[in-house]
C-alpha cells in the first residue's frame, strides 16, 4: 500500500507538491496512477508514471498545471500542482494503475491508501 502526503489548505493560484511514498515497489512497466476524489464524486484519475519514470500520461483536461514525476532512487512519486483552483479540492490517492488511453477508462488496481487531503480556498 502506497502512502500519500503533502496535502494542505492552498489559496487559489498556489501550488502544492504531494508524495506518494511506494516503498519495496520494483516493477518497472507498472503504472503508478495519482486519483482525486471530490465529495460525493467517483475518483477521477488525473496522471499516472510507468514505474521506470520513463513514460507518462495525462488526463487531458489537466496537462499543463499537474506534472508526475517519479525519484526511483527515494521510491517516490510526485505530483505537483499549481495555480490551484478551488475545484482541484479532494483527497488525493496514489495506486498501481492500468494507465491506458483516456483518463475515465485507468483501472486502479489493489488497495486504497489514505489519500491526502487538498482543500483549495481562500
Known amino acids: 500500500q502506497f502512502m500519500e502526503s503533502g496535502g494542505g489548505l492552498v489559496q487559489p493560484g498556489g501550488s502544492l507538491r504531494l508524495s506518494c511514498a511506494t516503498p519495496?515497489?520494483?516493477?518497472?512497466?507498472?503504472?503508478i496512477g495519482w486519483f482525486r476524489k471530490a465529495p460525493g464524486k467517483q475518483p477521477e484519475g488525473i496522471s499516472c508514471?510507468?514505474?521506470?519514470?520513463?513514460?507518462?500520461n495525462y488526463d487531458d483536461a489537466k496537462r499543463g498545471r499537474f506534472t508526475i514525476t517519479r525519484d526511483i532512487a527515494a521510491n517516490t512519486v510526485f505530483l505537483r500542482i499549481i495555480n490551484m483552483k478551488p475545484e482541484d479540492t479532494g483527497t488525493y490517492y496514489c495506486?498501481?494503475?492500468?494507465?491506458?488511453?483516456?483518463?475515465?477508462?485507468?483501472?486502479?488496481?489493489?488497495?486504497w491508501g489514505q489519500g491526502t487531503q487538498v482543500t483549495v480556498s481562500s
Open positions: 495506486i498501481p494503475t492500468e494507465c491506458a488511453g483516456l483518463a475515465r477508462t485507468w483501472v486502479p488496481r489493489g488497495a
Open positions: 519495496g515497489f520494483t516493477l518497472s512497466d507498472t503504472y
Open positions: 508514471v510507468r514505474g521506470d519514470g520513463r513514460q507518462t
